[in-house]
């Protein structure tokens, strides 16, 4: 199992709403976020003047199932988020509402560092398709040493780590069920296959058959799971998302007229998911089904809990 991590969050001001920091033990990294009414306040904070990443957050006009990021870094994380607010004419953004920075404890990131450190970010963000990011290209940096490499690397990683925990997922990855062994594919190792069998959708009507597995809360239909040709139920709100997943190439036709998944994708219920597979509203829980089984995924949910609860009850 993977091991636990302990979080340390401050509420800075005493409220939720408010400026926010989060350390991980064990990591030189620091986290300050908040909103863009507190900007006042977190320029004036000690952070601000270190060298660090920094991220712009704000919705999508055209798109509300995913927010407009821009990725930056700075010698002075302060003095460039005080451009970032100006007004579009005068060279700043309008679209953001949460700033989010990572600097270091120690102040051992260098200008070199965080250069190298924006370059993964901006990759990992287009990658994982969570965002609509603002930033225009990627610049590679790669006089970087090795060792050092490697550490962005863990950086990155820690930070990739934290920012769900603080309500941002645009670097959380949606491609593929995650291999806490490395792994690639949609196959999952041995503990979490044990724990999210693999699920399977069949609508001979349409000659249609797909493929599912949970992992971290997720629901994932596997690359290469077929889906209706089009969407059958006009108006409804998952129709956005569907659209979506056409624009973006998650989902695409194949030779058979049908529509297929190019790419394992993760979905926030098996009720999205099966919506999306059939092109209409589903119920997840009873149309995905155990492929080795045949049992619902509600009843699997169903006996995975009362499983756990009798274990715990015997415990006690």
């Given at each position: ?134 930033n225009g290209t ?100 998952y129709q956005p ?76």
């Amino acid at each position: 199992m993977t091991q636990g991590r302990s979080i340390r969050l401050f509420l800075v001001d005493g409220t939720p709403h408010g400026l926010l920091t989060a350390e991980i033990m064990n990591w030189t990294g620091h986290v300050l976020t908040g909103p863009r009414g507190k900007l006042s306040e977190l320029v004036q904070r000690p952070e601000c003047g270190r060298t660090g990443v920094y991220f712009l957050v704000g919705p999508d006009a055209e798109n509300s199932a995913r927010p407009q990021v821009y990725i930056g870094e700075s010698d002075d994380v302060g003095k460039r988020l005080k451009q970032h607010n100006r007004t579009e004419e005068q060279g700043g953004k309008d679209f953001w509402e949460k700033v989010c920075l990572i600097t270091s404890k120690d102040q051992n990131l260098t200008k070199a560092h965080v250069k190298y450190l924006e370059s993964l970010l901006i990759q990992q963000a287009q990658r994982v398709g969570r965002c609509t990011l603002i930033n225009g290209t990627r610049h590679d940096y790669i006089g970087l040493p090795e060792a050092d490499q490697a550490d962005m690397a863990f950086f990155l990683e820690q930070i990739r780590t934290v920012l769900p925990v603080l309500g941002f997922e645009f670097l959380r990855d949606s491609s593929r069920p995650p291999s806490r062994d490395g792994a690639e594919g949609g196959s999952l190792n041995a503990d979490e296959a044990a724990a999210s069998p693999r699920f399977r959708m069949i609508f001979p009507k349409y000659g249609i058959t797909a493929y599912g597995q949970e992992a971290e809360g997720e629901f994932f239909v596997l690359e290469g799971s077929q889906a209706r040709a089009s969407w059958a139920a006009p108006g409804h709100s998952y129709q956005p998302l569907h659209q979506r997943l056409l624009e973006e190439g998650v989902l695409v036709e194949d030779e058979t007229g049908l529509l297929r998944f190019s790419r394992d994708y993760a979905f926030s219920s098996p009720s999205a998911a099966a919506a999306m597979v059939v092109g209409r509203s589903a119920n997840g829980r009873t149309e995905w089904k155990r492929e080795d089984t045949g049992q619902t995924y509600g009843e699997w949910q169903e006996q995975v809990v009362s499983e756990a609860a009798e274990s715990s009850a015997e415990v006690l």
